[in-house]
């Protein structure tokens, strides 16, 4: 598959195009199925939803194990992590060759997974579930530039009451000062001008087998889930083969697996 030019043209100025019904229901309910097992038994590494919250920048920059369920009696899993390794239904989406040009197109460079950030299972608990505050996810990854891109797939239908992305378009090339965002580098609601900004978002439901690409500095945030179901995504980030890894970072820690050009 290939984006027309004018989806191509769409992603750049918004930073991020919604690709409807891309992969099939079988495949969604059996990544979601084994996604289940892995959520059920707890399968290491995991992000709590304590641990998702908690963190300083310093530790998500450089610490590369943060499986933070150790010390927690109630354990509410926010993430699976380092999915790829996991099992064979879950690195075959992140191989899949009809996105692969797609993405190929997005990034205008060979295709490269980072198994170091988003190479996840990501969850919204009922009940006990946060909200994910404005932030652009390239805060703590350290690059020698921004070409990177987050594939998100619908498993189930995500929608506002149960948590849905947000994102406010073109914000991926807006230039922000430091004073725009708190100590965490999330986009402060509170401040005057960011209200305009924020005033811009957007969002659409998504349904199973949908999948979002969304530019690595584009802001977005996602409502608590107030249901009394899971919602469970999966997300991966590719990056250009031309943008490296700043060594002695997280972001170069874990392997890179460059995926054949189409
Ligand atoms: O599901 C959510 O709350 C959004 C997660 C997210 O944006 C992130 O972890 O970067």
Redesign the pocket.
């Known amino acids: 598959m290939q984006l027309t030019a004018e989806q191509l043209a769409q992603f750049n100025k918004d930073g991020f195009i919604v690709l409807r019904n891309f992969l099939d229901a079988k495949s969604c309910d059996n990544i979601l199925r084994m996604a289940q097992i892995h959520l059920d038994a707890k399968i290491e590494p995991i992000e709590t939803e304590i641990g998702y919250d908690s963190r300083d920048k310093e530790y998500r920059t450089s610490v590369t194990d943060y499986s933070s369920h150790a010390k927690e009696e109630h354990i509410i899993v926010r993430r699976l992590r380092q999915v790829y390794k996991r099992d064979a239904l879950f690195k075959a989406w992140m191989e899949n060759r009809k996105i692969r040009p797609v993405l190929q197109q997005v990034l205008d460079d060979q295709v490269v997974i980072t198994t170091a950030h ?1 190479n996840s299972i ?1 969850t ?1 608990m009922p009940f006990y579930s946060t909200a ?1 505050a404005w ?1 652009q ?1 390239r805060r703590y990854w350290r690059y020698s530039d921004d070409n990177l891109v987050s594939v998100w797939l619908a498993l189930d239908d995500e929608y506002s009451e149960n ?1 849905v ?1 947000e994102f406010i378009p073109g914000s991926h090339r807006m230039k922000f000062s430091a004073e725009q965002f708190d100590d965490k580098e999330y986009f402060s609601q509170i401040k005057e001008e960011n209200k305009k900004i924020i005033a811009t978002k957007v969002s659409t439901d998504l349904h199973k087998g949908d999948v979002v690409l969304f530019h690595s500095l584009l802001l ?1 945030r ?1 409502n608590k889930n107030s249901t009394d179901k899971p919602k469970i ?1 999966f997300v991966y980030t590719v990056k250009g083969a031309k943008t490296k890894a700043i060594k002695g970072t997280r972001s170069a820690e874990f392997p890179e697996i460059i995926l054949e050009k189409l």
């Open positions: 988003h990501m919204k994910t932030h996810d948590g992305l977005h996602a995504s």
